[in-house]
């Protein structure tokens, strides 16, 4: 059993900034694939930072403002939001993908509420 778990999310004023983190219930080593996503009202589901393989990649709304990263002795994956616009404002969701024996198991957290005020 794999479990997800993000915390740090609430309500800040735009330019403010906020730390979300997703603790693992196993080593981060076991997946090929971390992602943060988010889902405002209306609006898809959209990848905002991933790690893999040591490259980490942003969506060009967040460039420059938005850092992943991760703590292996915690087996923990943070994202550091600078920054922060009103548009910022979505349900913000921890991803892992883990690869083998042909097949992909992915693996999502339950979402922590990001609101950004103007």
């Known amino acids: 059993q794999v479990q997800l778990v993000e915390s740090g999310g609430g309500l800040v004023q735009a330019g403010g900034s906020l730390r979300l983190s997703c603790a693992t219930s196993r080593s981060i080593f076991s997946f090929n694939a971390m992602a943060w996503y988010r889902q405002a009202p209306g609006k898809q589901r959209e990848a905002v930072a991933d790690?893999?393989?040591?490259?980490?990649n942003y969506a060009d709304s967040v460039k420059g403002r938005f850092t992943i990263s991760r703590d292996n002795a915690k087996n923990t994956l943070y994202l550091q939001m600078n920054s922060l616009k009103p548009e910022d404002t979505a349900v913000y969701y921890c991803y892992a993908a883990a690869t083998g024996h042909g097949s992909r198991s992915v693996y999502w957290g339950q979402g922590t509420q990001v609101t950004v005020s103007s």
């Open positions: 790690i893999t393989s040591g490259v980490t």
